[in-house]
């Protein structure tokens, strides 16, 4: 009985409804689609809205979502779209070893779920025609050889003995056509330490010939759909193997022992050309989705749903960490039944922007029978066209990376961290009852780290009704941007990563979400340039500006996270496998290479905490003149003691100045946070034996800085040091110190008049 891990979803009570964009970001006169799935209901509503403002409860604004006349508007007919989550790979080539004298097949694996039902590792074994051969673990996760002919003669061949987790093990296979006989092995290859375990052969005749298999090889699933898989299509598998494959091999004959040491090597030998039929090598182009053969076929394949590429093989020494400089060793890819990347759903309706439509936050409003779904796209302004002095940068990157975080949902994490209950919605729920992927906070079902992320799933976060974080919070940044009166155009950071510092070309000032967490290297690169070129930044939030994350160069819409070494983080990447595999660069925090978000912004992150938030206190340098612009109207020594986020304007996650981290010699600190709460905890980085982490009395570590300093080209950066902050602006209809502050330095920024750097400026 076969295991179905991208089946139909669970069935459901109520109507459910979801959907995604095949694009993110969008210009008047361009076109984007929307790809939906209905379950519970024959047709449903959609139409366009503009979001701006969320839903927070009383003591802030109503919810703000407009509706937006545009063609699309109107009623569809309902279908379910399945989604076929879990990683493999296949390779095409139709009739393999029809004529063959027999095979071998050999691997070196490292089954990180062994005993979690049946596991494909390779071969051309199809669940749909039962024919075909290939290696696999059974239920117990022991090594199993499948052969069938398609036409109801199938043997299933085990050791009988279950492999250990996390050991590496070269597995093989023999069928001589002959004789008949298959000769099955295990023997674990650990560099170091002890494995209880010897070698394992077993041994069997067969009365047919396997035939009738798969049109090619699989790696790491077992098709049960006829026909090629694509990348952007739902493709039916089964069998999904959790763990790592490397040099999977295909003879055309039975090998001996000397024969099988020597398949294994990088370059098969010449004696052995005349049998290869694949010698595949995970190594080479690995930051592409490519499987590409070192044998005499040149049987080239595809990998789906981005399994975990530049993993560790099974002959890593540890003398090198860069796949990039030992690539031998970097041979393995590590396969997860909840892999996801392109649900490869099929357009429901399409938009073609309206010119007059106005820059900004939309989305397609999906509605079916008390359901409903927001799924969130942003127009830009016309090429070429400012139409205002003014930027918002939605943080897309950090919102994908976020995308579908289960964990926090199944943990204790909430109650403990905020103290109080967890509240699911309905579409909450939607995680649950269907495999939409995870998030880099997540883990896979095998404990290790989620590296990739896709914005081409349904993201269940992104809604005005979220909770207040990322998205649903910057949509309080949003809605005072909107009343204030002098305009903005909105960019994504996709879009100042395609594009560079002309993304933001003509704006005078950029201001932020209230959590812009993860950059690429072309988005840093992109916002530094521009501010070194006389931009004002206004950072309104805290932990931005805190991870490298990457675009992957040929898979559309996905980011890669490596966790490496150092910084507040939900899992640790495996030894090793610290390089991304999309660009091969380190992965980790910004600050481990010398591009500390002081660097940047004046301020870095320093602590967090869910409990409460706090206020501000002013500094003797809110009162230097440089700073009088900032503080016009506000006579308070305290403010911020108010808020949505934590009922404060600083918390949840904070930053401070550092001038060892790069804060500017000039920069002012305007003001600080004082008084948080025991459950803030510094962050990693930042616990020494000198510097330890909140005990029982404060922590003065822990604070959000207010910061300003001008940029020595007519420029200027600003500083909030608190994502709570955005929460605080809405308060009293946005009458308050903490909007005033963010309103007098937005006027004072989207002013032409450079900034002067001060006299004493080192």
């Not at 970001?25 to 076109?31: D, E, L, N």
């Not at 403002?53 to 399945?82: D, F, I, L, N």
């Not at 499987?291 to 890593?316: C, E, K, S, V, Y």
């Not at 919102?399 to 905020?418: F, G, H, M, P």
Request: glycine share 12%.
């Amino acid at each position: 009985m076969s295991i179905e891990r991208n089946e139909k979803a669970a069935p459901v009570s109520r109507p459910q409804i979801m959907g995604y964009t095949d694009r993110l970001s969008v210009r008047p006169g361009a076109s984007i689609g929307f790809k939906v799935s209905c379950h519970g209901a024959t047709q449903y509503r959609g139409s366009i809205v503009r979001l701006l403002a969320p839903a927070a409860g009383k003591a802030a604004p109503p919810m703000r979502v407009e509706p937006v006349e545009t063609g699309v508007t109107g009623t569809y007919p309902g279908r379910v779209q399945e989604i076929a989550i879990g990683s493999w790979g296949f390779v095409p080539a139709e009739g393999l070893l029809d004529t063959a004298q027999g095979l071998t097949l050999q691997a070196m694996i490292w089954p990180s779920l062994p005993g979690r039902g049946r596991q494909a590792i390779l071969g051309t074994w199809s669940e749909a025609t039962r024919g075909g051969f290939g290696l696999e673990l059974d239920e117990t996760g022991a090594l199993r050889l499948q052969a069938g002919d398609g036409a109801g003669r199938t043997i299933a061949l085990s050791t009988g003995t279950p492999l250990i987790r996390r050991t590496w093990y070269r597995i093989a296979a023999h069928f001589d056509r002959a004789s008949g006989e298959v000769t099955l092995s295990q023997e674990p290859i650990e560099l170091h330490g002890f494995v209880a375990q010897d070698r394992v052969t077993v041994r069997q005749r067969l009365d047919f010939t396997p035939r009738g298999g798969a049109p090619g090889v699989s790696f790491a699933a077992w098709p049960i759909a006829d026909g090629l898989p694509g990348r952007a299509a739902p493709f039916r598998t089964a069998c999904h193997f959790n763990g790592k494959i490397d040099r999977p091999r295909l003879a055309s004959r039975t090998l001996g022992e000397t024969e099988l040491e020597q398949f294994g090597a990088l370059d098969v030998p010449v004696a052995l050309a005349d049998a290869v039929v694949g010698a595949w090598d995970f190594a080479l182009d690995m930051t592409t989705e490519a499987i590409r053969d070192r044998g005499p076929r040149g049987l080239d394949g595809q990998f789906f749903n981005m399994p975990t590429r530049a993993a560790t093989g099974h002959n890593w020494d540890g003398s090198e960490m860069d796949w990039k400089q030992a690539p031998a060793q970097y041979g393995a890819v590590h396969f997860h039944d909840d892999d996801l990347h392109d649900c490869g759903w099929d357009t429901d309706f399409t938009l073609t922007v309206p010119a007059d439509l106005g820059s900004g936050v939309y989305a397609a409003l999906l509605e079916a029978e008390g359901a409903s779904f927001q799924v969130p796209f942003y127009v830009r302004p016309p090429q070429g066209e400012r139409r205002s002095p003014v930027a918002y940068l939605a943080a897309t990157a950090t919102y994908a990376v976020y995308a579908n975080l289960k964990a926090r949902l199944t943990t204790d994490i909430w109650e403990v961290s905020q103290g109080k209950l967890l509240v699911m919605d309905d579409i909450d729920q939607l995680l649950f009852d269907h495999p939409l992927g995870l998030s880099c906070y997540d883990r896979h079902s095998d404990g290790s780290g989620v590296a990739y992320v896709s914005r081409l799933r349904p993201h269940t976060h992104t809604r005005t009704t979220g909770r207040l974080w990322n998205f649903t919070a910057d949509l309080f940044i949003i809605d005072w941007l909107e009343r204030i009166g002098l305009g903005y155009d909105l960019i994504t950071d996709e879009d100042l990563h395609a594009e560079g510092a002309a993304a933001l070309q003509g704006y005078q000032v950029v201001v932020t979400g209230s959590h812009p967490e993860y950059y690429t290297t072309e988005m840093l690169d992109g916002l530094e340039a521009w501010l070194n070129d006389g931009g004002r930044l206004m950072y309104m939030g805290g932990n931005g500006f805190y991870w490298r994350v990457s675009h992957h160069p040929t898979a559309p819409g996905v980011y890669e996270v490596r966790r490496a070494e150092d910084g507040l983080r939900a899992w640790d990447a495996e030894p090793g496998e610290y390089y991304h595999s999309t660009t091969g660069e380190y992965g980790g925090l910004w600050r481990r290479q010398n591009r500390a978000p002081n660097r940047l912004t004046g301020v870095g992150f320093i602590a967090q905490g869910f409990d409460a938030s706090s206020y501000y206190r002013r500094r003797p340098e809110s009162r230097d003149p440089r700073a009088a612009f900032i503080f016009e109207g506000v006579e308070s020594t305290l403010f911020g003691n108010y808020g949505i986020m934590g009922d404060g304007a600083a918390g949840m996650e904070i930053d401070c100045a550092d001038p060892k981290l790069g804060t500017p010699a000039h920069a002012l600190v305007l003001a600080s946070s004082e008084e948080h709460s025991n459950v803030y905890e510094l962050v990693n980085e930042e616990i020494t034996i000198s510097h330890n982490a909140n005990g029982p009395l404060h922590n003065p570590a822990i604070r959000a800085d207010m910061t300003f300093f001008e940029t020595g080209s007519g420029g200027a950066v600003f500083t909030t040091g608190s994502i709570a902050y955005a929460g605080a602006l809405c308060i009293d209809g946005f009458d308050n110190d903490a909007a005033r502050i963010a309103t007098n330095v937005l006027r004072r920024f989207a002013d032409p008049k450079p900034f002067v750097l001060p006299d004493d400026a080192e």
